[in-house]
């Protein structure tokens, strides 16, 4: 029997206007679950899936095989060759598109109401009954074969593959999800076939659904959608600690603009500090032109087009990160100046009026981003990857309202270590060396 | 007097029954307004289109389009340094701009009750800007660094500048938007000042205004907050230089030692969309689609990636949005072990083959339906509507042409195709480049 459990509404009330989204949550008879947001106005279907897991799961000496095998979903299924799937997709104008990350595996599809029917047909049978030709699989493999030797070449990849590396070692984290020349090279059919068996799986499954349709008939086709996939994969990595300690690691690279990724340990989503992170990250670095960052490296300085920075809260490892270019020549300035922001916001935190800003902003931005079916189906099933409830949509603001400056200040003192901060720098900085 | 001019979803035929809710306006001082209306979220996108672009340069100041672009997030006469996006900020926005060829915008994404504080602070920096000599140092290293990743740290990036400076003998688009490093360096206040005082102005600009809100709302604050500014009475006539009729192919190797892949890049000048005259347009997007829009379907994917292992990519592209002179392009990647020159030769043997062969008509068929399904997905993206109206009318079409644009795609055929392609392969006019890791791959 469908159920549909809990209808759930977010009221805009950050504005003059009010808008609402009524969120849906519904089960499938055979036991799936989605989230709906039913949005008549256009004609057409906006679908998010999730699997949790994703490269993660590649087995012992087959990496890169589940972002082959997600590569190869759309090059066959069922009695369609590639061409002939592709055809067929193209002659609906439906969109499908797969991509495999480090701990995700991502399905976005749009489609329209007049042959919705059709289009969620052809993408059943690519999710349930791939074909993995052969012929496809040695097709795709050497596009992804030229993508990890462009990557090769690229200084941003670089320094995130070394950053990487030298955190994580042999976790799933600490190598490209892409794979290795020889991995890739020696992926088989077969391979194929397993690394679809382990992802593609119904415990880690979370979908949301946003559009011209309605709660009752996403709970009819979620069975034939993916009712078909295993009920269980194999276990998750373990968790890991971030293993790189303070320090500089300089590549070298000849390219005129040096590139630097750097970071130390995060929080976790789910750690009772996170909202006070949230908005230190916001105000040191994430916050556009905005942020201290931003404000001294670039506007102040002129070192660089831009800076960031990023809480990175993985499934099994956390990080806070951020990103720097600038000229060989005032790489190291750009670094001094990063560490010495990390440094005077660990000791002094934030000022009354600058959380008030953070939180003003933090609090308008918020419902803007549900501004279109895609966009609110990607935020939807986010939500559910990370255990949150539908209610969060409404509660969300009270969370940011809520940290006082005393936990922002003392949050910031715990998270941010100038220390131990590393710096992969790829280049040929001026005046700066690899520390031990 | 204020001329208003409405048009409804309902004055666009039933087939493409897609058009926006758009209103337009012509203030007095010849600023035109656009409204796009979308209740779906209590958002609004405010978009102020200046006609003016880095084709519009003086020669000698590439770049001045885009450093001006960054200069105007400094002071103003009520404004401090960096206060516009602070504001934009502490009221839940953002805010930002960009610049090209054919225009320069400003935007900013935000409640739709604060609309009025953007349209004053907006209109505030149309006239009054306050830009110190300090500010101009800074700015032309951010922008020195902005060319430096976005360009100077990409092989791929540099080569297009050098085939896109050989395709356009005469004309600006030959020139980087960012601006040739070298004259980027030199940019001083003046020539900021200089192109600032003569093209911001409201006769030379276009707001667009879409999200929740109403139209007579936004004339009524767009004329309260744009309309008091005087008309710009010097402003020139925007005539660019032209191409003259080109007489031989160019061919180019570069060479970057951080290039992985070897491609090649088969570029054609092409008509361009021009008012009134869009059927030429229509057909090119038909041509690229047939020729190199999907790897599995198009021609060039079913011969050079399907049939035969020539290549790992393929594609083929058509660049009609302009004021002037588009282009069409082709890039072919080879596979491993297949030189340029056998993928350059088999690439001009699919597009002579498909040249001499019917089209098939379920291929038009299926391009016809995406092209109508993509006007039901751009629904649901306002800010994307926003600039399909801000980029046409700063590039001379109407919003009569931009509205009849998915029904004159719709009725593109075989020969209008055929037509346009046999004019546009014109190997005088084309730019063939190969892009490489050494000579020694050249071949």
Known sequence: MLRIVIAFCLSFTASAALAEIEIKQVTSPGGINAWVVEEPAIPFVALEIRFRGSASLDLPGKRGATNLMTGLLEEGAGDMTAQEFQTAREGLAASFSFRAFDDTLSISARFLTENKAEALDLLRQALVDPNFDQDALDRVRAQVLSGIASDEKDPNTIAGNVFNAAAFGDHPYGSSSDGTVESVTALTQEDMFDAHRNALTRDRLYVSVVGDTTAEAVGEMLDDLLGALPAEGPAAPEDVDFGLAGGVTVIDYDTPQAVALFGHKGLKRDDDDFFAAFIINHVLGAGGFESRLMTEVREKRGLTYGISTFLVPKFHAEMMLGSVASSNATIAEAIAVTRAEWARMADDGLSAEELAVAKTFLTGEYPLRFDGNAEIAKIMVGMQMVGLPPEYVVNRNHYVEAVTLEEINRVASELLQPDDLHFVVVGKPEGLTSTQ | ?443
């Open chain 2, 1 to 443: 007097m204020k001329r208003l001019f409405t048009s409804f979803a309902l004055m666009i035929a039933a087939s493409v029954a897609t058009a926006e809710d758009v209103t337009t306006y012509m203030l007095d001082n010849g600023m035109e307004v656009v409204v796009i209306e979308d209740a779906r979220a209590p958002v609004v996108v405010h978009m102020l289109w200046y006609k003016v672009g880095s084709a519009d340069e003086p020669v000698g100041a590439s770049g001045v389009a885009h450093f001006l672009e960054h200069l105007l997030f400094k002071a103003t006469d009520v404004l401090e340094s960096g206060e516009f996006s602070a504001t934009v900020a502490a009221n839940g926005g953002s805010d930002n701009a960009f610049t090209s060829y054919d225009y320069t915008a400003y935007f900013q994404r935000i409640a739709s009750d604060r609309l009025e504080l953007m349209m004053q602070m907006e209109s505030n920096r149309m006239n009054n800007l306050r830009i110190t000599a300090a500010d101009v140092e800074t700015e032309r290293q951010v922008v020195l660094e902005e060319r430096n990743q976005r360009t100077e740290n990409s092989a791929g990036a540099l080569a297009r500048e050098q085939f896109r400076a050989a395709q356009f003998q005469n004309h600006r688009y030959g020139v980087p938007i960012i601006g040739w490093k070298h004259e980027m360096e030199q940019l001083d206040l003046t020539d900021a000042l200089d192109f600032y005082d003569l093209y911001y102005s409201p006769n030379n600009a276009v707001l667009v205004v879409a999200g929740d809100v109403k139209p007579d709302e936004v004339l009524a604050l767009a004329e309260k907050y744009y309309g008091v500014i005087p008309a710009e009475a010097n402003l020139p006539v925007r005539e660019r230089p032209q191409e003259p009729p080109q007489r031989a192919e160019r061919r180019i190797t570069y060479v970057d030692q951080r290039v992985s892949q070897p491609y090649l890049v088969r570029s054609y000048l092409a008509p361009e969309r021009d008012p009134g005259a869009q059927t030429e347009a229509a057909a090119l997007v038909f041509l690229a689609d047939l020729l190199g829009g999907s790897s599995f379907t198009s021609a060039l994917g079913q011969a050079l990636q399907f049939d035969t292992q020539t290549a790992i990519f393929t594609s083929a592209s058509y660049d009609g949005s302009n004021l002037d002179s588009g282009t069409f392009s082709l890039v072919v990647a080879p596979s491993e072990g297949i030189s340029l020159s056998v993928a350059e030769a088999a690439m001009d043997e699919t597009v002579a083959a498909f040249m001499d062969a019917p089209i098939d008509p379920e291929r038009m068929e299926s391009i016809r339906t995406q092209l109508r399904a993509s006007e039901i997905y751009a629904k649901d993206n306002v800010q994307g509507l926003a600039r399909r109206y801000g980029a046409a009318l700063t590039q001379s079409l109407t919003i009569a042409d931009v509205q009849a644009w998915p029904d004159i795609l719709q009725a593109v055929t075989e020969d209008d195709i055929k037509a346009v392609a046999a004019k546009v392969f014109n190997r005088d006019q084309s730019v063939t480049g190969w892009v490489v890791a050494s000579q020694e791959e050249a071949r």
